[in-house]
């Protein structure tokens, strides 16, 4: 079945390092891929999204391209801020389809 | 302001108890869902429900039951025959069912002493 794998965390990081979060999934068909953040004490919600091979999904400075040839989809910012501090979730899911499969999430800290 | 209220935020049952769980939006949306987030899980999904009166079960539904007889509430039963009920449980919404994009409420964390 479909599934995605996001790498260990937790990720910790200094203020206005680069980030990367890898994402990697394994599909039968052609899904759709987002990242969803959780920050403490909320909700998930959507940061971006991305429904077909090289796009690239765009939000608060955050971006990933969804590669179908190495069946990856990772998280990058160029300079996180103390505010990014999260836990990112990678997710896929089929259109017209009900389930979202997520990955485990990846803790982000940083440190000013 | 528009969103997704969960109620309660926790709430703390002895075994053998049915408790629900209170999900409502204002968001207009026709699509909800009922997911449940344990520690290094991802999310799984219970229930979805894509219009009123109509529900479907998910990856994890047994020893869960919802009911949709409003747009904007979505209330999820956790019964005694869940096994393992302590976890996190996240409401989500959507306005286009089976686009991927959810809007998620703050969740409810369920204890079982």
């Known amino acids: 079945g479909d599934s995605v794998t996001q790498m260990e965390g937790p990720v910790t990081l200094s203020e206005e390092a680069f980030l990367t979060i890898n994402c990697t999934y394994t599909?039968?068909?052609?899904?759709?891929l987002f990242w969803y953040v959780q920050y403490p004490g909320e909700g998930l919600q959507l940061l971006l999204k991305?429904?077909?091979?090289?796009d690239k999904g765009s939000n608060k400075g955050f971006e990933a391209t969804y590669r179908k040839e190495t069946t990856s989809f990772h998280l990058e910012k160029g300079s996180v801020q103390v505010s990014d501090s999260a836990v990112y979730f990678c997710?896929?899911?089929?259109?017209?389809?009900?389930?979202?499969?997520f990955g485990t999430g990846t803790r982000l800290t940083i440190i000013p | 302001d528009g969103g997704i209220t969960q109620s309660p935020k926790y709430l703390f049952r002895k075994e053998g108890q049915n408790v629900t769980l209170s999900c409502e939006q204002n968001?207009?949306?026709?699509?909800m869902y009922w997911y449940r987030q344990d520690p290094g899980q991802g999310l799984r999904l219970i229930y979805y429900?894509?219009?009123?009166?109509?529900?479907q079960k998910g990856d994890i539904a047994e020893g869960y039951s919802v009911s949709r007889e409003k747009k904007e509430s979505f209330p999820l039963t956790v019964t005694s025959a869940q096994k393992n009920p302590t976890a996190f449980y996240l409401c989500?919404?959507?306005?286009?069912?089976?686009?991927?994009?959810?809007?998620f409420g703050e969740g409810s964390r369920l204890t079982v002493l």
């Open positions: 989500a919404s959507s306005p286009a069912a089976g686009s991927g994009e959810l809007f």
């Open positions: 599909a039968t068909g052609y899904p759709s």
């Open positions: 991305a429904t077909k091979a090289d």
């Open positions: 997710a896929l899911s089929y259109f017209g389809n009900e389930k979202l499969t």
């Open positions: 968001l207009n949306h026709d699509a």
């Open positions: 429900s894509q219009i009123v009166n109509d529900f």
